[in-house]
């Protein structure tokens, strides 16, 4: 239903209440991956103009391969992109560094302002279609040093206000006009695990690695964005492959593993994003490609 068709129920009119969004071609992703996985080059298969804010300025090679058109089946694009700079840390430092505030609060601003920049554009003819944020892991340590000034002994009950902003970030990038990619590293987790102590007798409980690998940065992900995906890399098939651990779009892609041999060409942001809105086709998810005389 469009917003001008829109009509309040009866006894509803004169309130804040507004039309369905349109089922329009935009997702708000999280993405998590281990390195060499595909994590980063997920995105930019997608339709162009695009925007990545990049911490740790780590992208550039890759985003001038796309700029050139050196991926196969897919038009030279333009994606612009914000370096971001991470301040070192002494992770064993318990106290406030002042320069790595400082620094932090700097660049923690110059995000915020492009991040919400980016929306705007996403309204505009001509502007952002898919804005990328590699990585979420590593804006939500900035958000934690401009406040600290360290990583280091954070008690939990300390991190609320920083995980409330990041969580309000994420909600109101669904809001634009565009899809929005939140990239994010992996962590071992650990779990408490009981055993007795052999010269004692006592019960203790020890905090030992699981083996499992969790995403690392802002736990609530899940309530903020459409989808969740997993990337990986199949040394045997000597293929990438795409899992979509959650979907709030389409649940019966939860739990699937899509490979490069079923998207081929079309690239996994098209062919992933078409799954999610079966009322659209992969193209509507890509640049298309022009034949050259």
């Known amino acids: 239903m469009s917003t ?17 969004p349109n089922d329009t071609a935009k997702i708000v992703y999280s993405v998590q991956g281990e390195p060499k996985t595909g994590k980063s080059t997920y995105p930019f298969f997608g339709p162009g103009p695009q925007l990545v804010l990049d911490i740790d300025d780590r992208l550039d090679g890759v985003v001038n391969k796309w700029l ?13 992109r914000l370096p ?10 318990r ?85 929005v990619v939140w990239i994010h590293e992996l962590k071992d987790a650990y779990e408490l695990v009981q ?26 992900t899940h309530y903020c964005v459409d989808v969740m995906l997993r990337t990986l890399w199949d040394g045997r098939k000597r293929q990438f492959g795409v899992e979509v651990l959650w979907s709030g779009l389409e649940p019966k892609t939860n739990g699937k593993t899509y490979w490069e041999d079923e998207w081929d060409e079309m690239g996994p942001f098209a062919y992933i994003s078409s799954l999610q809105r079966p009322r659209t086709s992969p193209f509507d998810w890509r640049d298309e490609m022009v034949e050259e005389d």
């Not at 050139?68 to 612009?80: N, Q, S």
């Not at 971001?84 to 430092?93: N, Q």
């Open 84 to 93: 971001l700079t991470l301040p070192k840390v002494d992770l064993k430092s």
């Open 195 to 220: 055993s007795v102590d052999e010269k004692t007798g006592r019960t203790v409980k020890k905090r030992e690695n699981s083996g499992e690998r969790i995403l690392a940065g802002y736990k609530n």
């Open 4 to 20: 001008k068709l829109f009509r309040p129920l009866p006894g509803m009119e004169n309130t804040h209440v507004e039309a369905p």
């Open 68 to 80: 050139r058109g050196e991926f196969d089946g897919h038009p030279a694009k333009r994606i612009d």
């Open 95 to 179: 106290q406030p560094d002042e320069s790595v505030r400082r620094l932090a609060s700097t660049e923690w601003e110059k995000f915020l302002d492009t991040f919400r920049k980016a929306g705007k554009s996403s309204r505009l003819a001509g502007g952002v279609r898919v804005l990328s944020i590699d990585n979420a892991t590593g804006i939500a340590n900035l958000r934690l040093m401009a406040e600290f000034g360290r990583l280091s002994m954070i008690p939990p009950e300390a991190r609320g206000q920083a995980n409330v902003e990041m969580g309000a970030l994420m909600r109101e990038s669904r809001t634009f006009q565009c899809s």
